[in-house]
């Protein structure tokens, strides 16, 4: 009897829903990350592909238009939709072809993202009511007159509520679509498409990093030493003299400095890295829960546990379980962590 031919299983689908005025480096950004990604024998991991509310030429904010494939009956089958911004659209009162009913076709189990003032599409539809939600700094004020009922945070990279996700500028979207793929695949296979792509796999702190501040400082000395010796040193104890005296600043300084240039306090993003060091081990190595506990600075399994559900809503082990060495079954029901 001839061996049963197994069936490779069905690629995650991104739908990219594109509208007058796209901005193509959105657009194209989507398609690079996902679609670079890869699992540990080379296979592709994701489908993405580009829809929009009729198929056809669709124009961009550039010099030349592009022709779009598929039409909305995409939404219905995938498994992510992302909405790129429109400077055309995003920036006017009127609608923008996104309407609720397009949208009530993708599925309630699928996961939907903005890029920059994409997020307008997805207030304009009802998806943000009552949800946490971010867009560009520049336009944050007109969404919250136009949009009251949506939790706006203007000082973020990107947020998650539930199934739906947003982000700031065009950069964020790279970030929100690393963190994606992080949550899907881990912190491995997203470190390996930042890598690709030659950007960083995590950035820190929020936009008002990127806010002209009203009377800027001088150039001079910066927190990225301490930084860096805190990464090597992220084992040991660290408190803020530490880092302060790395830095050759005074703690006041030294905090002021941080938060100006991370976008975070030094505690919370002390334990940011801590957390990525976490995962790291879990995913690489077969180490007890306690022992990846001393080697990324939470010093016990039960401190551990606590950062990691309340961070990632997930335990070391359930982590461990889905991302971590080992042979990968398809089968496995996939836990999906939290933004940390």
């Known amino acids: 009897m001839p061996a049963r031919r197994t069936r490779a299983p069905r690629r995650h689908l991104v739908a990219v829903l594109v509208r007058d005025g796209v901005m193509p480096l959105e657009l194209g950004a989507v398609h690079q990350l996902f679609g670079v990604a890869r699992d540990a024998g080379g296979e592709r991991l994701y489908d993405v592909r580009t829809c929009a509310a009729a198929r056809g030429p669709v124009r961009t904010d550039a010099d030349f238009t592009i022709d779009v494939p598929h039409g909305p009956d995409v939404l219905a089958l995938a498994d992510t939709v992302v909405v790129p911004a429109s400077h055309a659209l995003d920036d006017v009162d009127e609608g923008d072809g996104v309407t609720p009913d397009l949208l009530a076709t993708v599925r309630p189990d699928a996961r939907v993202a903005s890029i920059c003032t994409g997020a307008f599409a997805l207030a304009r539809a009802g998806l943000l009511d009552g949800r946490r939600a971010t867009t560009h700094w520049l336009s944050a004020d007109r969404f919250r007159q136009a949009f009251p009922r949506v939790d706006l945070h203007p000082d973020v990279l990107f947020t998650e509520d539930g199934r739906v996700f947003t982000s700031a500028g065009e950069a964020a979207g790279i970030d929100l679509c690393l963190h994606l793929i992080r ?25 008002a990093q990127y806010v002209d501040a009203p009377v800027p400082e001088p150039a001079g000395d910066h927190t990225g030493p301490a930084r860096s010796w805190a990464l090597e040193h ?30 975070v306090s030094p505690g919370a993003w002390l334990l940011q890295q801590r957390l990525l060091r976490a995962r790291d081990l879990l995913e690489r190595t077969d180490l007890a829960v306690d022992a990846v506990a001393r080697r990324a600075g939470f010093g016990t399994g039960a401190s551990l546990r606590q950062h990691f559900a309340r961070a990632l809503g997930v335990s070391p082990a359930a982590y461990r379980a889905t991302f971590g060495p080992g042979p990968r079954h398809q089968n496995v029901t996939k836990v999906v962590p939290r933004v940390a």
């Open 183 to 207: 949550s899907d695949h881990g912190a491995s296979v997203a470190n390996d498409v930042a890598r690709r792509t030659v950007v960083p796999p995590f950035r820190d702190g929020g936009q």
């Open 234 to 263: 992220l084992d040991e104890p660290l408190s803020l003299d530490d880092l302060a005296r790395h830095a050759s600043m005074s703690t006041r300084t030294f905090t002021r400095r941080f938060r100006r240039e991370v976008g």
